[in-house]
């Protein structure tokens, strides 16, 4: 993932958010506050870049609303997204398609990665701008990247930072210390994983962040190396990982209104009585799914299979430990 690519749509995303909640418009200079990436900006950088940016969300069909901030005063303009042009009808979509939407959704829902957006979000309420959080739902946030890794690694996609970690392969009790210039992370099969230069190993390895057993540590500084030109990282995690658990399906009961992620890649959703559906979804993982059940809290059940439900239980479980501690 480029780094520059990666900021941009985080700067997207946080004008998004700002224009989306607010119940009325909000004027330029307040968005320049709200959004990192203007802040530090020239008067002219700052102009330039808030048009391009309107002008990509309008391509995306995003509708941006221009009016007047106060009623009777046409001097100074503000800008909003209606709720109810913003959002959108039931969709379907491939495999891949949301394979490609539920990795974007889990990033962006990571804690360390939403600190902007929620502190936009803060940041327009202590101003008196009436806001209205309710329109996030439609994004559905979720936290199901728990491993201790995910952030430091994260980072150091970011900064093209070198890092070094212990790391244990499976089947086996010893560890082994790997120097790693991680070029991408992504969700496979229900896992998180790396992809980089294994440096020790002068070549392209994959490594389960699960696995990793050790604090994930700098040993470099930022810009330290060059991701290949063209590499494809879901094609070399293909390349590399080892054979999957046969592809299954479970059976979970999900409250009408909730669990869009679950909805969106649905073999199959059946009316369950008032208030409820049945919807059926691939996995190849049962702890990896039932992370995600334990999400949504009392709005999803888990039917069956019963290693899935099981699974949830000990999850739920575990929570409450931890919770108690």
Request: proline share 6%; with cysteine; net charge neutral.
């Amino acid at each position: 993932m480029c780094v520059a690519v990666a900021r941009k749509s985080e700067r997207l995303m946080n004008l998004v958010i700002c224009l989306l909640v607010s119940r009325h418009f909000v004027p330029k200079a307040k968005l320049r506050q709200l959004v990192e990436d203007y802040r530090d900006l020239s008067p002219e950088a700052f102009e330039k870049m808030f048009e391009r940016d309107k002008e990509e969300l309008r391509d995306l069909g995003i509708p941006i609303e221009v009016g007047s901030v106060s009623a009777g005063f046409d001097d100074e303009v503000g800008y909003r997204i209606r709720r109810s042009e913003f959002e959108l009808p039931p969709l379907t979509f491939t495999a891949q398609e949301a394979a490609i939407l539920g990795l974007a959704a889990r990033v962006w829902q990571h804690a360390s990665l939403a600190e902007a957006t929620s502190r936009a979000v803060l940041k327009l309420g202590a101003e008196g701008i009436d806001i209205d959080t309710s329109p996030l739902a439609a994004l559905e946030p979720r936290l199901p990247a728990g491993e201790p890794a995910f952030e430091p690694l994260w980072r150091a996609v970011q900064n093209r930072t070198v890092v070094s970690f212990d790391y244990r392969r499976p089947g086996q009790t010893a560890v082994a210390r790997r120097t790693l210039e991680p070029w991408g992370i992504l969700n496979w099969r229900g896992r998180w994983y790396v992809l980089g230069h294994d440096r020790d190993r002068k070549a392209t390895r994959l490594f389960r962040l699960s696995r990793i057993v050790s604090e994930v540590k700098a040993v470099s500084k930022p810009q330290a190396f060059t991701v290949p030109s063209g590499v494809d990282i879901r094609a070399e995690a293909a390349r590399l990982s080892p054979p999957g658990d046969h592809r299954r399906s479970a059976r979970l009961r999900v409250r009408q209104g909730a669990g869009n992620g679950l909805r969106r890649r649905a073999m199959s959703i059946t009316s369950d009585g008032e208030g409820w559906d049945i919807v059926e979804v691939a996995f190849h993982d049962a702890a990896g799914l039932a992370e995600e059940i334990a999400g949504y809290a009392s709005d999803v059940v888990a039917l069956d299979p019963p290693d899935v439900r099981e699974a949830v239980i000990r999850h739920l479980k575990g929570l409450l430990v931890e919770v108690a501690s």
